[in-house]
């Protein structure tokens, strides 16, 4: 098999904003493949390769894989806010060596010291729950990602069996064209010799003419 040569235009916009993609043929491999250029550089892709390429140049895919890395921010954060809040307050007082008159004496005051703490802790239905909607909507983020994913692996499989499908129809079709061309000769020949008439080689040449116009309306169609 060829690689296919011809300009890739609808892969361009399979890949939602990627560099232009130009398919290449040589007749040294059996390969299919299929250019990229980007920022001048070319790449040779398989068909594997190209759905390799388009996943990870994909545009509606990098977006929605930032939408998933927002969602978990987002539970994250809302997570934070449900867990329990502390306040708390530490007072001391040192009344070491400090003297005081009771009834006519003096007595020394023993050390006293005086902390206050406060904690509260809650869980609010309602963080619960918005805790539970982010986790839901992260999950839904991740089920975007696949089905662009699976949609952007079918449409470079389907854009790559169509181009193949298209340049073995011209093969074909050229080939018809080189095998009426030697019988549009030799029926002139025979005209010229008397042994068929003009409207036989006419009738070939119209076939010709046709032919031709396929083959180029399907190079247009595959460009």
Known sequence: MKRITLSAATLVAMLSGTPEIVAQSTESTQQTSIVAQNDNKKMSLSLQDAINYALEHNRKLKNASLEVQKAEMQRWQTIAQMLPQIDGNFQYTNLFNQEMELMGQK??????GQMTFQASAGVSVQGIIGAQMQRMAKEMQEINVQKSQQETKYQVESTYTTILA????????????????????????AVKAGVAEKNDADQISIQVASIKSSVNSTKRSIE
């Open 166 to 189: 298209l340049e073995q129809t011209v093969r074909l079709l050229e080939t018809n064209v080189e095998n009426l061309e030697k019988l549009k000769s030799m029926t002139e020949n």
């Open 107 to 112: 007595m020394k005051m023993n050390p006293y």
